[in-house]
């Protein structure tokens, strides 16, 4: 059960706060509702008695927020080459509510991206992962929707140049070993 003033996540839309909690009378049937402020001068109803069901969640800690912040500075996770199979695992992770998840999808979708580019619909979703996390961090973190942004935009260019450099520093190296080093297959002399 939360509370009025409550912190809360609703999954799939965000961090917002209780603003009330109200009987409402809804195709004939009366029940209570959270009456969730989102951002943007959003208002959300959603019924207590499914809040948890659904998803509904309190709010990450600053040492939570810690974290989503070091997943962002990670190199991205394995994803599959085929669009539709990496859409739905993506939309997967982002209905799930857990921002750890989101954080991996914001990340993986920033660095396609910046390599190849997204499809429309990819595109979408980064957009609204990175509002959800955005929304969430703001509020953990007590900080403005712009100062997070940038937080979150300045991890993925660090950690997306760190990465790549490194990986770029061992395809080199591999290549290098094949050029000085010469294999020959037909000499099975060893």
Known sequence: MFNIGDKIVYPMHG???IDA???????????????IKMPGEVK?????????????RNVIGKEEAEKVISILGEDETEMSQNWNKRYRDNMEKMKSGNIYEVADVVRNLSFKQKEKGLSTSEKKMLSNAKQILISELVLAEHATQDEVEELINNKINISFNECKTANEDIDFTISAVNKFIPFDDNNNNL
Do not use: F, R, S
């Open 15 to 17: 961090a917002g706060t």
């Open 21 to 35: 909690i109200e009987e409402k009378n809804i195709l004939g049937e009366n029940q209570a509702y959270y009456i």
């Open 44 to 56: 959300v109803m959603v019924p207590t008695t499914k809040a948890e069901q659904i998803g509904v």
